[in-house]
């Protein structure tokens, strides 16, 4: 069985996975200290990793029915994420691994994104387009095999999650600020306000600073009385312009891949609009279950099963990262 942690930022998780990839459990712990930070505190995530990472394994073994002598694999993910919170997931695998004497295979984070999609029961093999967007990463890639991708497009500044989260504050809603938008904008419209979707940025690199200052201007030239009574309008015209930014780039894809499948990873795949928007592209479309679209141990121990593994003791050398290092 393949025993998986992943700590990249404020959620501790760990799944347990057989070989032939029969999910046995798959265990999230959310740190909800952070909303009132309005965003992720570094100092503080890694803190409650520390408190929490042995109870989550503990409690991924339990339900799956074993014991740490069934194990015959621990996956960590190495990064990119928070380093002070990579770290407590990194050292916890390789002390779990070296007790036993097992190999330690380290996750792309990426990678277990775009590895959701092997898991059952609605497999989806490759190759496929996955966008995989986030609250700390959006990049669009090609999966021609299970080992790896080919990064097409990636964000130049905020992520896609990253700019809900900040249009959602500027609205004055609560953090996370992703479903509190969504479900304003679900009253306003959508076209009451003309806020840029970067379709000038050449390629598939994706731009979404120029969007949140455009919010920011917008509500500091409404005031704050009509802001509020506009709050609906203002967040569903924000919405559209990021989901019209992430599906410019799809198009653009496509059109060099016509017919591909794509598939959606990451926290803004749960998106009403965004899902509904590449359902009508007229391709086919795979979007894992919501569980597996935001950060989980299942998914890194889903990308484990194609990583060369690192013996013992060779593994007690491996580091976290905190950006992506690899070109892929």
């Not at 073994?61 to 990579?86: C, E, F, H, I, N």
């Not at 790896?148 to 600020?177: H, I, M, N, S, W």
């Not at 894809?253 to 899902?275: C, E, H, K, W």
């Amino acid at each position: 069985m393949i025993l998986a942690l992943e700590t990249s930022c404020d959620d501790t998780c760990a799944a347990v996975l057989t070989a032939d990839g029969e999910l046995r459990a798959d265990v999230v712990s959310s740190q909800g200290v952070h909303a009132a930070f309005g965003g992720v505190v570094p100092e503080l995530a890694s803190r409650h990793h520390l408190e929490l990472v042995n109870v989550v394994v503990d409690d991924a073994l339990a339900r799956a029915g074993a014991t740490l002598d069934d194990v015959t694999l621990v996956a960590v993910t190495q990064g990119p994420g928070l380093v002070g919170a990579l770290l407590v997931g990194v050292a916890t695998a390789k002390g779990l691994a070296a007790a036993r004497g097992l190999p330690l295979a380290p996750v792309d984070h990426l990678q277990g994104h775009v590895a959701a999609n092997f898991l059952g029961p609605d497999v989806l093999e490759p190759p496929f387009l996955c966008l995989i967007a986030s609250g700390g990463h959006t990049l669009l890639v090609r999966a021609d095999d299970h080992r790896g991708f080919t990064v097409l497009g990636r964000t130049l500044d905020d992520a896609a999650g990253e700019a809900f989260d900040k249009g959602a504050r500027l609205l004055g809603l609560g953090y996370p600020g992703g479903p509190a938008l969504s479900a304003l904008a679900c009253d306003g419209d959508p076209q009451a306000f003309a806020f840029p979707t970067a379709a000038r940025v050449a390629g598939l690199d994706f731009s979404f600073a120029g969007l949140k200052t455009a919010l920011l201007y917008a509500v500091r030239d409404l005031g704050a009385d009509e802001t509020r009574r506009r709050a609906a309008d203002l967040a569903a015209s924000y919405e559209h312009a990021i989901v019209e930014a992430l599906v410019l780039r799809l198009e653009r894809a496509l059109a060099g891949q016509p017919g591909a499948t794509v598939a959606i990873g990451g926290g803004v795949a749960a998106n009403r609009r965004l899902r509904a928007r590449v359902e009508g592209l007229g391709v086919p479309v795979h979007v894992p279950p919501p569980a597996l679209c935001t950060d989980n141990a299942a998914m890194i121990a889903s990308a484990a099963r194609w990583v060369p593994p690192v013996p013992f003791p060779d593994h007690l050398g491996l580091d976290a990262y905190a950006t992506r290092r690899h070109a892929a």
